[in-house]
């Protein structure tokens, strides 16, 4: 149960660090912070398999799978706002 109240106290910490953090970079950054961010969703993604290797409780199988999942959504938004823009600079008559 201590370490399910860790993981759950480092969470909200690194949730509320990175609001902070994100709620500060200007509008014409957020694309470039997009590529970041899809580093670290695949950071946790390779956590939350790791939990699944390991000789885990059922809530923190569940736990792992949410951040798998979220982790994983957070990814493949990242890669479709990135293609968007990179679209933004092909000539016209170009194929992406």
Do not use: W
């Not at 014409?28 to 290797?53: D, E």
């Not at 293609?83 to 000539?91: E, G, N, P, Q, S």
């Amino acid at each position: 149960m201590l370490d399910l109240a860790l993981m759950a106290s480092v969470f909200v910490f690194s949730f509320a660090v990175g609001y902070v953090l994100i709620a500060k970079v200007p509008p014409r950054l957020h694309t470039p912070l997009m590529s970041m961010t899809n580093a670290i969703s695949a950071v946790t993604i390779l956590g939350g398999i790791l939990l699944f290797a390991a000789e885990t409780s059922l809530t923190q199988k569940l736990l792992g799978a949410f951040a798998i999942a979220l982790a994983a959504f957070n990814c493949m938004g990242g890669f479709a706002i990135t293609d968007r823009m990179l679209r933004l600079f092909v000539k016209k008559g170009q194929s992406p």
